[in-house]
């Protein structure tokens, strides 16, 4: 079945390419991807996948019954949302979108999850188990696309034994692919803080509150949850890259705004640094005269990924790609809303390299310069396809 996959994923290959130019050319920002869904939906409609749609807004659940349906249940998934950001690479199908553009690669994770559907579906007979194809809006943006598919009940008709994710990497050539067991991205929340005072004329501090200097002492006090209250081997990202003071040379503004991201990988450590950040927050702009209010929803939890799915899935990619093109990504602070899907269900989300001759000198993603090979298409379809089938055995 080995040589028949990468033959059928050959085949496809052309398919994959297509697909990927079209979604590159038209981007959508999260939660607004209804011409994704769309072509989504006519792809799978014509390679005569039956699916459910608007399932957590744009969100997309496809079905491949292989013969005695219940035997097990695999999901694989692909994000479909673009980010805001203005392309600067000049390709006949560079983004027609202004200030939007694939910057993450989730062009080319929906294009290989759809050539991975065509080889899967052609094998259904040959194969006993369900296929459940996660196409997930608003993977960029909180509450996130797949949380929102959860709540709306993607798998309550079904629930996958299994679920795969896996993402483009700049980091790894073409070709190869990168795997890591146990917590390999961090939570993330955000942090969104208005100070609030009595402003006025610089030269009489004595008669306003300050709140630029609130907000940056504020800035500053907050540093202290990492250096001192957080546990010394607990891996913790405490950020501000927002800080808008709109004042001037000698006017204080009644209000500061300042926004940040915290991540760790301790979900009981998470829970206690956000006390610790609102708390210090408050008594820190009170002790300016100033009042803070502050928001921090819900955001995401961190991905860990199942040891002995994982395991197994490094054997099976070991014999798809071979062992010199199986690697181990490091830790990571960034994160993932497919740590939604991992929370619940044994979980593997992996990255395939996209770095060849066509994009040596390529952009890092989320950059307006970043671009993907399009030779690692072949790789990120049969990888799917492979993983899935060997899975169902």
Known sequence: MLSKIKSLSESVFPYAVDCYRY??????????????????????????????????????LGKIQGKNPAKRVIALRADMDALPIQEQVELPWKS????????????????????????????????????????????????????????????????????????????YPTGSMAFRSGS?????????????????HGAKPHLINDTVLAAAQTLVSLQQVKSRLCPPLTPMVLSFGKLIA?????VIPNEVQMSGTFRTYDEIWRKQAKAHIRRIITETCAAYGCNAEIDMPEGYPFLKNDEEITRQAKKFATELVGAENVLEFDQRLTSEDFAFFSQRYPACFYRFGIKGESNADMGRSHTPTFRIDEEALLTGTSELAWLVWKFLQ
């Open 246 to 250: 709109d004042g001037t040379t000698n």
């Open 23 to 60: 979604l590159h050319a038209n981007p959508e920002l999260s939660f607004q991807e209804f011409e994704t869904s769309l072509f989504v939906q006519n792809q799978l409609t014509e390679i005569g996948i039956p699916f459910r749609a608007e399932i957590g807004g744009t969100g997309i």
């Open 96 to 171: 027609k979108n202004a200030n939007v553009m694939h910057a993450c690669g989730h062009d080319a994770h929906t294009a290989c999850l759809l050539a991975a559907a065509k080889i899967l579906n052609s094998l259904r007979n040959e194969f006993e188990g369900t296929i459940l194809l996660v196409f997930q809006p608003g993977e960029e943006r909180s509450p996130g696309g797949a949380n929102l598919m959860l709540k709306d009940g993607v798998f309550d008709e079904l629930e996958p034994e299994i679920i795969i994710g896996q993402h483009v990497s700049e980091d």
């Open 184 to 200: 390999i991205m961090a939570s993330a929340d955000e942090i969104h803080v208005s100070i609030r005072g009595r402003g006025g």
